[in-house]
C-alpha cells in the first residue's frame, strides 16, 4: 500500500530519530524529498483550483490570511503560487520534511554532491 506524501513524511521522520547510518539517512532524505515534491504539488493543484473562483479581492485577502501576502508587482499566478507554498509550508508534512533534513545533517548528510557545495 503507498503512502500518501503527509504520512511518509511523517513515518520517515520518525524513523530516522534512530538512524545514525548516513547511506540509510540519504536514502530517507531522497525519499523524503520525493514526497515533498509531490505534497507541495498536491497543495498547488488544490489551492489552484480553489482560487480559480475566487475574485481578485477575494484571493488577495486569502493570501493575507495565510501569511502570502499578494505583493505589489505580483500576477495572479505567482500570488496562487505563494499561498499554495506558504499553506504547504505549514503543514505537518512540511514540518516533518525539515526536521529529516536536519537529522541528516548532523551526520553530514544531503542531498546536494560535495561538488555541488
Same mark, same amino acid.
Given at each position: 500500500?503507498?503512502?500518501?506524501?503527509?504520512?511518509?513524511?511523517?513515518?520517515?521522520?520518525?524513523?530516522?530519530?534512530?538512524?545514525?547510518?548516513?547511506?540509510?539517512?540519504?536514502?530517507?532524505?531522497?525519499?523524503?524529498?520525493?514526497?515533498?515534491?509531490?505534497?507541495? =504539488?498536491?497543495?498547488? $493543484?488544490?489551492? #489552484?483550483?480553489?482560487? &480559480?473562483?475566487?475574485?481578485?479581492?477575494? +484571493?488577495?485577502? @486569502?493570501? %493575507?490570511?495565510?501569511?502570502?501576502?499578494?505583493?505589489?508587482?505580483?500576477?495572479?499566478?505567482?500570488?496562487?503560487? =505563494?499561498?499554495?507554498? $506558504?499553506?504547504? #509550508?505549514?503543514?505537518? &508534512?512540511?514540518?516533518?520534511?525539515?526536521? +529529516?533534513?536536519? @537529522?541528516? %545533517?548532523?551526520?553530514?548528510?544531503?542531498?546536494?554532491?560535495?561538488?555541488?557545495?
Amino acid at each position: 500500500m503507498e503512502m500518501n506524501p503527509t504520512a511518509l513524511l511523517l513515518d520517515l521522520t520518525a524513523r530516522a530519530q534512530h538512524v545514525s547510518d548516513p547511506d540509510t539517512l540519504h536514502s530517507m532524505l531522497a525519499a523524503g524529498h520525493r514526497a515533498w515534491c509531490e505534497g507541495v =504539488a498536491d497543495v498547488q $493543484a488544490g489551492v #489552484d483550483r480553489e482560487s &480559480a473562483s475566487l475574485s481578485d479581492a477575494r +484571493l488577495a485577502g @486569502r493570501c %493575507a490570511a495565510a501569511g502570502a501576502p499578494w505583493e505589489q508587482g505580483m500576477t495572479r499566478g505567482e500570488a496562487v503560487s =505563494a499561498l499554495a507554498f $506558504a499553506i504547504w #509550508d505549514a503543514s505537518p &508534512a512540511a514540518m516533518a520534511y525539515t526536521e +529529516l533534513g536536519e @537529522r541528516a %545533517a548532523r551526520f553530514g548528510v544531503c542531498l546536494l554532491g560535495e561538488e555541488l557545495l
